[in-house]
Nanobody, 127 residues
Framework: QVQLIESGGGLVQAGDSLRLSCAASGLTFSRSTMGWFRQAPGKEREFVAS????????AYKDSLKGRFSISRDDVKNTVYLQMDSLKPEDTAAHYCAAAVGRSRAYSPARLVDFDYWGQGTQVTVSS
């Protein structure tokens, strides 16, 4: 079965950086669209970033552009989320997601567009 395992979360101070990793197995990673979402307590899960297979296209939540960056390593079957200049409002559980069977240009921003989900990794940013 498909497994997506996130890692790299933790407790940091405002202004710090973190890089989240998501190791994928059970799917053809190099032909899978990958994404990151986050969910803060009491709020709905929201889109953070996505990257099409081959890395041809990326998409970001508008307010995170320039501060967060998504990338992928098709040799390691891993997608990353580099988070810089973290703010307390970034505190959330972060989830990795995968979509299969889409074109190389596909970089969606909706939860329903993704087929598989990881269990999440917590990012907590203190002030």
């Amino acid at each position: 079965q498909v497994q997506l395992i996130e890692s790299g979360g933790g407790l940091v101070q405002a202004g710090d950086s973190l890089r989240l990793s998501c190791a994928a197995s059970g799917l053809t990673f190099s032909r899978s669209t990958m994404g990151w979402f986050r969910q803060a307590p009491g709020k709905e899960r929201e889109f953070v970033a996505s990257i099409s297979w081959g890395g041809f296209n990326t998409a970001y939540k508008d307010s995170l552009k320039g501060r967060f960056s998504i990338s992928r390593d098709d040799v390691k079957n891993t997608v990353y989320l580099q988070m810089d200049s973290l703010k307390p409002e970034d505190t959330a559980a972060h989830y990795c997601a995968a979509a299969v069977g889409r074109s190389r240009a596909y970089s969606p921003a909706r939860l329903v567009d993704f087929d598989y989900w990881g269990q999440g990794t917590q990012v907590t940013v203190s002030s």
